[in-house]
């Protein structure tokens, strides 16, 4: 009975997921046995980019503590109450610029600690400009030198020819936390 049963689901697996992971990509990981055992246990990948996001924050708590200390204090007059509006936008610390094409345009991509821009090469115009809370996907795309943006509103964007690839991925997953997961 116990051979039955075994041989039973060697033939489920062999016969029935490995083809459907096979065929559905975006299916591979409910038809994977392995990740059935291993749920929620992250892998090194996870662990590395988990480990990124909280540099990440502890910087941007940094820079926020060194702008708070900085700023003098103002005399608020009676009966005016301070702004809290929040129109006040975050310090921006560049992470890098990165020369690439976007929409048939040379220029370059400039990380920042609270988005991203693209300005092109002729006149330094920018391109687009992404804040870290509107992006909901960011995606390799390419042989090797390419992302894509998604945004909550459903635009996207992409760059290629982007030599330093990995670098900028690796810089925006950090900073904006978005959840990352291997797709291919």
């Not at 016969?15 to 291993?38: C, D, E, N, V």
């Not at 975050?90 to 821009?117: I, M, W, Y």
């Amino acid at each position: 009975m116990i051979v039955k049963i075994g041989e039973f689901c060697a033939g489920v697996l062999f016969f029935g997921l490995f083809p459907i992971a096979s065929r559905y990509p975006q299916y591979r990981l409910l038809a994977s046995p392995m990740k059935w055992l291993f749920w929620k246990i992250p892998t090194d990948a996870e662990w590395a980019i988990a480990r990124l996001q909280v540099e990440a924050a502890h910087r941007k708590e940094a820079l926020r503590q060194v702008d708070s200390s900085s700023e003098p204090d103002k005399d608020i007059n009676e009966g005016s109450k301070p702004d809290y509006s929040g129109t006040s936008r975050e310090r921006e610390v560049n992470l890098g610029q990165f020369h690439c094409t976007s929409q048939s345009h040379h220029g370059d991509l400039c990380v920042t600690s609270n988005g991203v821009k693209y300005k092109t090469a002729i006149r330094s115009q920018i391109l687009w400009d992404l804040q870290f809370h509107d992006l909901t996907m960011l995606q390799k795309i390419g042989a090797g030198e390419g992302l894509l943006f998604v945004l909550s509103s459903g635009e996207a964007y992409k760059v290629s020819g982007l030599k330093s690839r990995n670098e900028v991925f690796t810089q925006i997953i950090g900073y904006s936390g978005l959840r990352w997961q291997v797709t291919g």
